[in-house]
């Protein structure tokens, strides 16, 4: 077969180039898009592995031009189905961090808007080119929000090309091959109307019940493997004093050495941040110090425990930033300060929005972000402590709220109702209702609001194993996640590559 693999930073260097020299040692022809300098340096210098055609995709975003005409917009627009070209600039944009915050999107652009929707442009015509050129039965991407990656995945449902990612079943460490919407698999939804009737026909049934209780009973074996690394320990007076003298010992060598290396991933100027060169590595740096020594909680002291909640509430769990469902599936979203302002103004009287942070997020977060959210009209802050699931569980939630989370995955099968903004495979449980706008959900959380008790989803139970059987037929076991974000853990690639083939079998006419 002749395949593309887009090796994108971590990713390649984890996983990606594993899988490469896999399917090589299998004869297949491979050709890749490359996004990071360190990425393509080992794409290089690699001898296992060849590629018949290499792209770059960090020069892209040099090439825009302060003209674009319209008919190059509408071109894009109307191949695609966009409502807006707009919409998808922002699968690239960057987060900002300086000294005194981080991982808050830029408020404005700094570039035109003709630059912006010219590096698109230039971008839809490098995927195009590069289809034509390399003609891949299907394509392998990381499940990483990035704007190549997203034509790119646009261009290949035009063209009725496969294009495959890993995604997470949301319980222990279970992973399938996702063929749509880079989260969502065709073949899991077509095995799941085939057992929504008698999940029991199913070989993994027992499995999948076993599953379903471990998940309705918080056992910690089913959450996703990601989830339990990401509580940050707390830190003793004494560690939290030897980090900040090694972290400052270590600064000027840092500080040095960011001067005088090569400027990193996209570090010329890209759509986001103009001038992105060696001084603002150093100011990478100096974020990274500044995060090395910040305490392990930010948050405030609002509401600490379910015990001072004396209200009924819709609960929305914020979620993790960068995140591909909120950039590049649902970029009007991406502002959740704003989301939950206006959905807080429309709910009904005496129902508030009770928002808790992802605890991976509660450092990188400055003070500011949680005042301003506190500061909402209709809105309160529980910390992050309280579990998820003590939250919707009770009996004063009246649904839950998300755009993509596994919050939402577990509440749904707690039989608690949940309004879904963005894509997940996971819509097609009957406690969850996909939202085709944010007016949409806030219609349906007031009619959940106006019921004298809490909506909860009774005689599911069996429709909710027949979707757990659907995943466990189609999904597999790694520890995926350890392995690309840490080097740790192991990954069996050859079963993954195996899978991969599997499916891109199926997808040949």
């Not at 499995?207 to 309705?216: F, Q, T």
């Not at 590595?281 to 990274?288: D, G, I, K």
């Not at 806030?442 to 979707?467: F, K, Q, T, W």
Request: proline share 6%; aromatic share 8%.
């Amino acid at each position: 077969m002749n395949i593309l693999v887009v090796q994108q930073l971590a990713w390649a260097r984890q996983i990606g180039h594993t899988i490469a020299r896999v399917l090589h040692g299998q004869g297949h022809s491979l050709s890749a898009l490359v996004y990071g300098i360190e990425a393509r340096a080992q794409v290089e210098r690699q001898r296992d592995v060849s590629y018949a055609h290499v792209y770059f995709a960090d020069p892209l975003y040099d090439q825009g031009r302060e003209v674009v005409s319209p008919a190059q917009v509408q071109e894009i627009e109307e191949r695609y189905g966009l409502g807006s070209l707009a919409r998808i600039a922002y699968a690239d944009r960057l987060l900002s961090m300086t000294l005194t915050s981080s991982r808050h999107l830029l408020p404005r652009r700094p570039v035109s808007n003709d630059y912006v929707l010219s590096v698109c442009w230039y971008t839809y015509e490098m995927v195009r080119e590069m289809l034509d050129r390399v003609k891949p039965d299907y394509v392998l991407a990381p499940v990483i929000g990035s704007l190549a990656n997203y034509l790119l995945y646009l261009e290949c449902r035009y063209r009725g090309i496969p294009f495959f990612t890993i995604a997470s079943a949301r319980f222990a460490k279970a992973f399938y091959v996702a063929d749509d919407e880079y989260l969502c698999s065709s073949r899991i939804r077509a095995r799941f109307e085939v057992l929504r009737e008698n999940p029991r026909q199913s070989a993994r049934y027992e499995e999948a019940r076993k599953l379903y209780d471990g998940i309705r009973d918080a056992d910690p074996d089913a959450r996703p493997s990601y989830v339990k690394t990401a509580k940050r320990p707390a830190r003793s007076a004494v560690s939290a004093v030897t980090r900040v003298l090694l972290s400052s010992a270590l600064l000027p060598a840092r500080a040095l050495w960011a001067l005088r290396r090569r400027p990193r991933v996209m570090a010329i100027r890209n759509i986001w941040l103009p001038s992105n060169s060696r001084w603002n590595a150093l100011r990478s740096t100096m974020v990274v110090f500044r995060e090395s020594i910040a305490p392990p909680d930010r948050q405030p002291k609002n509401l600490m425990s379910l015990d001072e909640v004396r209200f009924p509430y819709v609960f929305f769990p914020l979620h993790v930033e960068p995140e591909l469902s909120l950039l590049v599936f649902a970029p009007e979203h991406a502002n959740q300060i704003e989301l939950c302002r206006r959905v807080a103004i429309s709910l009904p009287r005496g129902v508030r929005l009770l928002v808790k942070e992802h605890p991976a997020m509660m450092q990188v977060r400055p003070r500011r972000f949680y005042e301003d959210l506190a500061g909402l009209v209709n809105v309160e802050v529980i910390h992050s402590s309280v579990a998820s699931r003590d939250i919707f569980r009770d009996d004063r939630c009246r649904g839950v709220l998300v755009v993509s989370s596994t919050v939402g995955f577990e509440a749904a099968l707690s039989g608690r109702a949940v309004v879904m903004l963005g894509p997940a495979d996971f819509h097609m449980l009957p406690a969850v209702y996909r939202a085709s706008s944010l007016e949409d959900a806030i219609g349906r959380l007031r009619s959940l609001c106006s019921a004298e008790v809490p909506s909860r989803m009774h005689g599911a139970d069996e429709v909710n194993i027949a979707y757990l059987c659907a995943v466990i037929e189609n999904g597999f076991s790694l520890d995926y996640m350890e392995v690309w974000t840490s080097g740790r853990g192991r990954a069996d690639v050859e079963m993954l590559v195996k899978t991969l083939q599997e499916r891109a079998t199926e997808c040949t006419p």
